[in-house]
């Protein structure tokens, strides 16, 4: 069975706070209303949030226009790394999250590794898109080079 309810702060995948949300009756009774996050809905909590709301989404537009700044610059960036490979071309060990946010350091793009989404280590040589979430609509594309260490 489904509820409605008003969510008081932003909701990962859910939503931002003032929306009215449909969503399943045990989430909201054992995790929205105890944590805080969501009320039931009335005409006097809308109006209370509605001031929280408006700030919110000028937050997530300046957010939105920050992170597609971001995009563009990595959409410039070429991310080369050296990896050991052995005598029948095989990587020794693999190319992950770290690796990739050292070499981007190191060009002066500072990220959060949670921002990269790498389903799992790169184990061969090549070229790769790896795609960094930078905000919920904006999305970047990282190209990454994997070359045998000389």
């Known amino acids: 069975m489904a509820v409605e309810v008003l969510l008081m702060d ?3 995948g859910l939503g931002i706070e003032g ?32 001031k929280k709301r408006a700030e919110r989404l000028v937050q997530l537009e300046k957010e939105k226009s920050a992170a597609e700044e971001i995009a563009k610059k990595i959409a410039g960036v070429e991310c080369t790394i050296a990896a050991k490979v052995g005598e029948n071309g ?17 060009q002066g793009l500072e990220l959060d590794k949670n921002k990269i989404a790498l389903a ?18 904006v999305t970047g594309t990282l190209k990454v080079w994997i070359v045998e260490e000389k």
Do not use: C, W
Request: charged share 30%.
């Open 10 to 12: 932003q909701v990962e």
């Open 19 to 50: 929306d009215v949300v449909k969503v399943a009756d045990g989430y909201a009774r054992n995790y929205l209303l105890p944590k805080g996050v969501a009320t039931e809905v009335t005409e006097g909590k809308k109006r209370q949030i509605e």
């Open 90 to 106: 095989k990587m020794f060990g693999s190319v992950g999250v770290p690796n990739i946010l050292e070499k981007l350091a190191e």
């Open 120 to 137: 799992a280590p790169l184990h061969e040589l090549g070229v790769f898109d790896v795609e960094i979430k930078l905000h919920p609509e």
